[in-house]
């Protein structure tokens, strides 16, 4: 069992950076793939980056590439998404969720945290 919990949403201009981190606690963190996932307002879910227990291979949406960052430290069992150069498209809920598999498809991911707000003003 994994529970995960994100913060660090909130409101900024566009052109602004915002850091979101995603706790976990539970067994055997490192050994799970961590996804972040975001649903703008009436969409659906849609994948935003993953990458692999050991960190050392991250994939990013085209949406986002060259403008978000996502670093995970199994020794704090944190995983951070680092949101550069904003736009109001990025507005959204934005959810960290932990599976089995390095997947794009939000269906694969076992365990998720309750989401943070992001909004971004143009």
């Known amino acids: 069992q994994v529970q995960l919990v994100e913060s660090g949403g909130g409101l900024v201009q566009a052109g602004g950076s915002l850091r979101l981190s995603c706790v976990a606690s539970?067994?055997?963190?490192?050994?799970?793939?961590v996804g972040w996932f975001r649903q703008p307002p009436g969409m659906d879910r849609e994948f935003v980056a993953t990458?692999?227990?050991?960190?050392?291979?991250?994939y990013y949406a085209d949406s986002v590439k060259g403008r978000f960052t996502m670093s995970r430290d199994n020794a704090k069992n944190t995983v951070v998404l680092q949101m550069n150069s904003l736009k109001p498209e990025d507005t959204a809920i934005y959810y960290c969720?932990?599976?089995?598999?390095?997947?794009?498809?939000?269906?694969?991911?076992?365990?998720w945290g309750q989401g943070t707000q992001v909004t971004v003003s143009s």
């Open positions: 969720a932990a599976g089995t598999r390095v997947t794009a498809q939000y269906n694969e991911y076992e365990y």
């Open positions: 539970g067994r055997a963190f490192s050994s799970y793939v």
């Open positions: 990458n692999t227990w050991s960190g050392g291979s991250t």
